[in-house]
């Protein structure tokens, strides 16, 4: 019988597999103890950050200099020399390589850069929104007008825009009700967007989807520079108003 012995206090996961499970179905067992045991010792999870420096593990590097010019193999003690001449630090850039392909540069200023372009591609990054807009067949005219000003609103915002007529009792004998109220929405938003899937029956619902003109990035981009506008007019109209009031008279003796 193979015997292993996992120090508890060093190791739970792999005291619990040994004392939970027993010693039955030794080759399993013995498997599962030692990839918890590795996983202890290994620290937990793998970073996906890139070898630097004294990290990178390998007797030569094809190294690539701080302008992206291309150095040749070299030894990784001769790597490292270079970095410090230069005052910067060697990136495994290829850790598949054979060799690995090492870079030359500012690893701190490289995160940086690379957090700020992240950044500001997930702000310029546009999601597909479908918002939903429930009507009901005999609508008031002042509720109409309200849920047709959320549509607009939908519209301009560059995203996609549901419109559901919900039919109840009788009303459901009298589907032409519902496709003259979608009809009479989309004419009166048809500056801001257009009928992308027509109306069609869905059960006690009749559904239509509209969609804007404007994509949503350019609709993203006006709001900006519609907010910056307001801004910058906040900004230059407090002096303005200050230097236009009346100075006050000085008090009589």
């Not at 999870?45 to 040749?72: F, K, Y």
């Not at 002042?142 to 009792?169: A, P």
């Not at 619902?205 to 994509?215: D, E, F, Q, R, S």
Request: hydrophobic content about 40%; aromatic content about 6%.
């Amino acid at each position: 019988m193979l015997l292993i012995h996992v120090e508890p206090r060093l190791c739970p996961v792999g005291a619990f597999f040994m004392y939970r499970r027993g010693w039955s179905h030794r080759n399993r067992r013995y498997a599962a103890v030692r990839q918890a045991v590795a996983w202890c010792y290994r620290g937990g999870s793998i970073s996906a950050e890139p070898r630097i420096n004294d990290r990178i593990r390998v007797p030569e590097v094809r190294l690539v200099g701080p302008s992206g010019e291309q150095v040749g193999i070299v030894p990784l003690a001769k790597a490292l020399e270079l970095a410090q001449e230069y005052d910067l630090d060697l990136v495994e850039v290829a850790a598949n390589a054979r060799p690995p392909v090492c870079k030359l540069m500012d690893y701190g200023k490289f995160k940086y850069e690379s957090a700020m372009k992240a950044r500001e591609a997930r702000k310029n990054q546009a999601h597909t929104v479908i918002k939903e807009m429930k009507l009901r067949p005999k609508i008031d005219p002042h509720d109409y007008d309200t849920k047709k000003g959320h549509v607009v609103r939908f519209l301009k915002q560059g995203d996609k825009v549901k419109i559901t007529i919900m039919f109840r009792g009788r009303e459901q004998s009298r589907p032409e009700l519902g496709f003259r109220l979608l009809q009479r929405l989309a004419e009166d938003v048809q500056d801001l967007g257009f009928i992308e899937s027509n109306p069609k029956q869905d059960g006690r619902n009749m559904i239509m989807v509209l969609g804007p003109h404007k994509k949503k990035t350019e609709a993203m981009a006006e709001a900006r520079e519609a907010q910056a506008a307001r801004k910058a007019e906040r900004q230059g109209g407090a002096p303005a108003e200050a230097a236009e009031a009346p100075a006050e008279e000085p008090a009589e003796a």
